[in-house]
């Protein structure tokens, strides 16, 4: 039972950062599922693919993705000015991210 509070726990948090950083542009769930812009894919269609894991975790050197995302201790992908506010991200939130969207991909 720990380690399923534990999960819990990740995946609300990968929840929360996704509120902050992606649903500005995404439908991350329920939450926005109203929101979002009409060019940008919803997490619950990107977990539908086969490479979705890999996709979320690589999100960052993903068009547009480099323009206004920082991730520390990689080199700037782009020397576009940022045409959003731009953001730093760790690693380890990526992969919370990467957890809640996974937990759509099984609620569906």
């Keep these: 039972m720990p380690f399923t509070v534990f999960a819990d726990s990740q995946i609300e948090r990968g929840f929360e950062l996704a509120r902050q950083y992606c649903s500005r542009c995404h439908v991350i769930g329920d939450y926005n599922r109203m929101g979002g812009i009409g060019n940008s894919p919803s997490f619950t269609w990107m977990v539908k693919s086969a490479d979705w ?3 979320f975790q690589t999100f960052y ?3 547009p993705h480099p ?3 920082r991730v520390p201790g990689y080199a700037r992908w782009s020397n576009v000015e940022p045409y959003y506010p731009p953001f730093e991200i760790l690693l380890s939130e990526i992969d919370l991210i990467t957890e809640y969207a996974g937990s ?3 609620a569906n």
């Design 104 to 106: 759509l991909q099984t």
């Design 61 to 63: 050197a993903r068009r």
């Design 53 to 55: 894991r890999e996709r």
């Design 67 to 69: 323009v206004f995302v």
